[in-house]
């Protein structure tokens, strides 16, 4: 008889490979591989989900409805109008099984986020990288990419890796100019780390339209990753299809306390922000510095372009020193490291081994 067997799609499915978390022999590492907050949770909402721990036996609130109603008062939206889920990772799923599928096509920009790729082959769906220009999405591009086929665009702004943004001109460009059956869905992880006057998040454009949504995660500035904590907001229609799709329960009593929580503690978020702009600029000048190129970058992490081949050499030099970047060959940027900023000390020893490390090469 023969065995059970996975849909074609499934076994073609690139697995996502998260940033380095362990390293062997190390009697300390520096974590800077995936985007973590500099300055860790907010106090509050590890006091919120350390009372959680007494209940552990208790169901969450399945639709999330007080973490949905602290979101939307914060942002100033209907929370009936919010989603929640695990993560922004789920939320890219569930659009591409509610809005895509066998003969469909999903664009994005070229150097997107793998879970675009990931999500869009999952449901059989086509995905349809467009190219970008200087590692920054392309309007222009972006919409030659589409044919009849396209069923959704994603725009990271601020991309990942990258670091790069197009303002708000720019996005409510691409908005006009898509077919109104297209879903556009503004992927704003790091949004709170922007400081450019031009830059809008997809609040504006999901509240105002009846085909964009915009993604969030609690995972970025609010430090709460472990958790798994993301929301989105759009069109009533959009998001009742989504909320159809999400599995029950899916996100848990601790995320959701420690969210609510977390958006009571701006005053902790202020000084995620302050840290992260100053520790950009000091970041950027040592970088160049030292004869590494690297673009400007608008979230919480940097993107330095080594000489060719040099990459290996650098990441294995780092890890010696107990340092952990993240490789982008998947990518497709064997030149660059993702280095997240870290807290002073950190970036302190890590901006010394890349200085040694340059000048051993030339030498």
């Given at each position: 008889m ?5 849909k074609?799609?499934?076994m ?13 022999g ?15 949770p907010?106090p ?25 109603e602290a979101?939307?008062?914060?942002n100033?939206?209907d ?15 569930l659009?591409?099984r ?29 995905p349809?990288?467009?190219?970008v220009r200087?590692?920054t ?5 972006l ?14 702004n ?5 670091g ?12 006009a100019?898509?077919?109104d059956?297209?879903l556009?869905a503004?992927d ?8 450019a ?11 105002t339209?009846e085909?964009t ?23 009533a ?12 329960f ?11 929580a ?8 202020k000084?995620q ?5 100053r520790?950009?600029?000091?970041v950027?000048?040592r ?29 294995a ?6 340092i952990?970047a993240?490789?982008v ?6 030149n ?12 302190q ?9 340059m ?5």
């Open positions: 023969p065995l059970p067997q996975p074609p799609q499934v073609s499915l690139p697995i996502y490979v998260p940033g380095k978390s362990v390293l062997q190390a009697s300390r590492i520096i974590k800077l591989s995936s985007n973590e907050a500099a300055l860790g907010s509050k909402a590890v006091a919120a989900y350390d009372e959680i721990a007494r209940s552990l036996e208790r169901y969450p609130e399945g639709d999330a409805a007080d973490l949905r979101i939307g008062k914060a100033g939206v929370p009936e109008r919010i989603i929640c889920g695990a993560g922004s990772d789920e939320l890219i799923l659009t591409c509610a809005f895509a599928g066998p003969g469909d096509e999903v664009v994005y920009p070229r150097y997107g986020f793998l879970m675009y790729e990931i999500s869009t082959k999952s449901v059989g769906a086509t349809v990288p467009a190219p200087d590692l999405a392309d309007v222009d591009a919409l030659a990419a589409v044919t009849d086929k396209t069923r959704i665009v994603f725009l990271a601020p991309n990942n890796p990258t790069t943004y197009i303002p708000a001109s720019e996005v409510n460009r691409l908005r100019n898509l077919r059956d297209i556009l503004l704003d992880a790091y949004a709170e780390y922007v400081e006057p031009d830059y809008e998040t997809g609040m504006k454009l999901a509240s339209t085909n949504i915009t993604l969030r995660t609690f995972s970025k500035i609010y430090g709460l990753a472990a958790l798994r904590l993301g929301w989105g907001f759009g069109p229609a959009i998001i009742g299809a989504l909320q159809r799709l999400r599995s029950p899916n996100v848990s009593r601790p995320a959701q306390a420690a969210g609510i977390a958006l009571a503690d701006q005053a902790h978020v000084r922000r302050e840290h992260n702009t520790m950009m600029k000091v950027l000048q970088l160049r510095g030292i004869g590494l190129n690297v673009q400007d970058s608008h979230g919480n992490f940097v993107l330095p372009e080594f000489p060719a081949g040099a990459v290996p050499d650098a990441d030099f780092l890890q010696s020193k107990g952990l993240r490789r060959d998947g990518y497709g940027l064997p660059h490291l993702r280095i997240t900023l870290g807290t002073d000390e950190e970036m020893i890590t901006l010394d081994a890349l200085a040694e490390f000048s051993k090469r030339r030498a």
